[in-house]
């Protein structure tokens, strides 16, 4: 069976510093991984997913994600958050051996800049 | 939200009413998926379709209906057996239904039961 987890409701940072939303998964094969925002009463918008290869994935609005095995990870990452990232961030996974109908995505986390 | 339009933004239905959100993209994608969002919950999967004139129930498809006459709309039926319609609606769309492939959302509606 697959899940995932994020485990943090919210995440509070100041603008300037570096930002992390975590997000584990469980999948009985390999991983395929994905990361979303949600701006209020929007659509998901695509940020970045990791297939395979280099375990660091870079996306949009200078984010990247660090998939790690050992540890069913992957967290999502900024150097320096900006406002404007407050925003509802999606973690999804789904097994390399199953459709794309079959995605699971986490319950969400706040991610809340302050200036 | 570029490529997938979702109307009406907001939809208002009496108790008893069924109505019809609609979905259109012009992705040239062949898969199309209909998703529910409640507060403090990850979407979950009402209904998807591969192709045309097929499509598959998903996690919660009691109370809705869909079809797929065109590969560009997917319009979802939240019918009167639907006991907690309230929610937000996302439909997405990816190339086709293969694991890796990407999903794309609309702007959603967000349908409210008077």
């Known amino acids: 069976a697959q899940s995932v987890a994020q485990p943090e409701d919210q995440v509070n940072v100041a603008e300037g510093n570096p930002l992390t939303v975590k997000c584990t998964y469980s999948?009985?094969?390999?991983?395929?991984l994905f990361w979303y925002v949600q701006y209020p009463n929007r659509g998901l918008q695509f940020l970045l997913k990791?297939?395979?290869?280099?375990?660091l994935v870079k996306g949009s609005y200078g984010f990247e994600a660090e998939f790690n095995k050992s540890q069913t990870s992957f967290h999502l990452k900024k150097p320096s958050a900006l406002v404007s990232d407050s925003a509802l961030y999606f973690c999804a996974v789904r097994d390399i051996l199953s459709s794309a109908s079959k995605i699971i995505f986490g319950s969400g986390t706040r991610l809340s800049i302050r200036p | 939200d570029g490529g997938i339009t979702q109307s009406p933004k907001y939809l208002f239905r009496k108790e008893g009413q069924n109505v019809t959100l609609s979905c259109e993209q012009n992705l040239n994608h062949d898969a199309m998926y209909w998703y529910r969002q409640d507060p403090g919950q990850g979407l979950r999967l009402i209904y998807y379709s591969q192709i045309v004139n097929d499509f598959q129930k998903g996690d919660i498809a009691e109370g809705y209906s869909v079809s797929r006459e065109k590969k560009e709309s997917f319009p979802l039926t939240v019918t009167s057996a639907q006991k907690n319609p309230t929610a937000f609606y996302l439909c997405a769309s990816s190339m086709e239904l293969a694991a890796g492939d990407t999903q794309y959302f609309g702007p959603g509606t967000r349908l409210t039961v008077l």
């Open positions: 990791y297939i395979t290869g280099d375990n």
């Open positions: 999948v009985s094969g390999n991983p395929y």
